[in-house]
């Protein structure tokens, strides 16, 4: 069983940074692919960024440029560090980790692709 944690989570200014950690388990080797996802008030569960074992990441359009995702294999961890924060990113954020063969497909994956969650941690960004 894979248990994932979130940590990091706040309130910030709009252009303000903030960086969310994702602590796995020991059984997290094998999940080869993690990701962060977020849950905006009133919308579904979008993916935010993806990273396989080997270090490739994908990031949503949205977020490119801005949002950068950290894996640590050996301590079973993934960061989100977030700058230039924007009202928009404001959400839930949920680390999210799975067994995929294909983790690097560049469209966004599903939530009910990953078999594992962490509760969420909450973002704000105030205008």
């Known amino acids: 069983q894979v248990q994932l944690v979130e940590s990091g989570g706040g309130s910030v200014q709009a252009g303000g940074s903030l960086r969310l950690s994702c602590a796995a388990s020991?059984?997290?080797?094998?999940?080869?692919?993690m990701a962060w996802f977020r849950r905006a008030p009133g919308k579904e569960r979008e993916e935010v960024a993806r990273?396989?074992?080997?270090?490739?990441?994908r990031y949503t359009d949205s977020v490119k440029g801005r949002f950068a995702a950290s894996r640590d294999n050996a301590k079973n961890s993934l960061d989100l560090q977030m700058d230039s924060l924007k009202p928009e990113d404001t959400a839930i954020y949920y680390c999210?980790?799975?067994?995929?063969?294909?983790?690097?497909?560049?469209?966004?994956?599903?939530?009910?692709?990953?078999?594992?969650w962490g509760q969420g941690t909450p973002v704000s960004v105030s205008s």
């Open positions: 990273t396989d074992s080997d270090g490739w990441t």
């Open positions: 020991q059984n997290a080797r094998r999940a080869n692919c």
């Open positions: 999210a980790a799975g067994s995929i063969s294909y983790c690097r497909t560049p469209y966004p994956l599903r939530v009910a692709e990953f078999g594992y």
